[in-house]
């Protein structure tokens, strides 16, 4: 079973920037999609972008551009690059991956954005 460990996150200000890593682990990793979501308290978990293994990519629609999903050259890590950063971007950060009719989830990576 893959495993997924997420790395990156922190407190922010407003208009900062974050790096999230999501290291997947487990014999001949493949994905079919692999996914950022994110849950503030009281709130549903939401999908933030999404990386198909073709290299198509999705995004929420609150994301508007700032943020970028991708893999970096090991092809065994993906990447949230988070710009201008807002208070409504505090929540978990949950790394999901999907392929060969399984998935699994991170165990999440607090992102706080405060002045």
């Known amino acids: 079973q893959v495993q997924l460990v997420e790395s990156g996150g922190g407190l922010v200000q407003p208009g900062g920037s974050l790096r999230l890593s999501c290291a997947a682990s487990g014999s001949s990793f493949s994905f079919e999609f692999m996914s950022w979501y994110r849950q503030s308290p009281g709130k549903e978990r939401e999908m933030v972008a999404t990386l198909h293994s073709g290299g198509k990519t999705y995004y929420g629609d609150f994301v508007k551009g700032r943020f970028t999903i991708s893999r970096d050259n090991t092809e065994s890590t993906v990447i949230l690059q988070m710009n201008n950063l807002q208070p409504e971007d505090t929540a978990v950060y949950y790394c999901?991956?999907?392929?060969?009719?399984?998935?699994?989830w991170g165990h999440g990576t607090q992102v706080t954005v405060s002045s």
């Open positions: 999901h991956y999907s392929g060969g009719g399984t998935g699994n």
